[in-house]
């Protein structure tokens, strides 16, 4: 009844490209019951796509620092934070200009790939993002 991956017995590394800026490297992790658990790796300034998760996305970072962005607010983020993206959102995530970035991603559902970020998109979360807490 368990779907058990051990670590380092799944995939090798990709560097992921078609639905983000800049360079991003992911390890999958789990899938099961609608569920994509992986790990993302983002050099600075890196960046997912506009993006909506059917059923919600945890996040939980792992190292670095960075963002979490919507149409309407962003937040920056460091290692331990945990966000909780509800289902439907449009939004990114990425590294912040400065450091690296990487999160523990835990999609539910669907994914829908919008459109790239833009640098003035990504420069104005940067500017206005709050601290989580
Ligand atoms: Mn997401």
Same mark, same amino acid.
């Given at each position: ?10 995939? +090798? *590394? ?7 800026? &800049?360079?991003?490297?992911?390890? +999958? =992790?789990?899938?099961?019951? #609608? =569920?994509?658990? /992986?790990?993302?790796?983002?050099? !600075?300034?890196?960046?997912? %796509?506009?993006? =909506?998760?059917?059923? #919600?996305?945890?996040? =939980?970072?792992?190292? #670095? $620092? /960075?963002?979490?962005? &919507?149409? $309407? ?12 993206? !509800? !289902? /439907?959102?449009?939004?990114? @995530? #990425?590294?912040?200009? $400065?450091?690296? %970035?990487? @999160?523990?991603?835990? *999609?539910? /559902? ?9 640098? $003035? ?9 709050? *601290?989580?807490?």
């Amino acid at each position: 009844m368990f779907t058990v991956t051990r670590a380092h017995a799944g995939q +090798p *590394s990709s560097r992921a490209d078609s639905t983000f800026t &800049g360079e991003v490297w992911r390890d +999958p =992790i789990l899938r099961a019951d #609608g =569920i994509n658990a /992986g790990n993302v790796f983002f050099t !600075p300034r890196a960046r997912t %796509f506009w993006h =909506i998760h059917e059923r #919600g996305q945890l996040l =939980i970072v792992a190292g #670095g $620092e /960075g963002f979490v962005a &919507g149409r $309407e607010a962003a937040v920056r983020v460091a290692k331990g934070d945990a966000v909780w993206t !509800p !289902p /439907g959102a449009a939004h990114w @995530h #990425g590294a912040c200009a $400065e450091r690296f %970035f990487t @999160h523990t991603a835990v *999609s539910v /559902g669907q994914v829908e790939w919008l459109e790239a970020v833009t640098d $003035e998109e990504y420069e104005h979360a940067a500017a206005t993002a709050s *601290s989580v807490g």
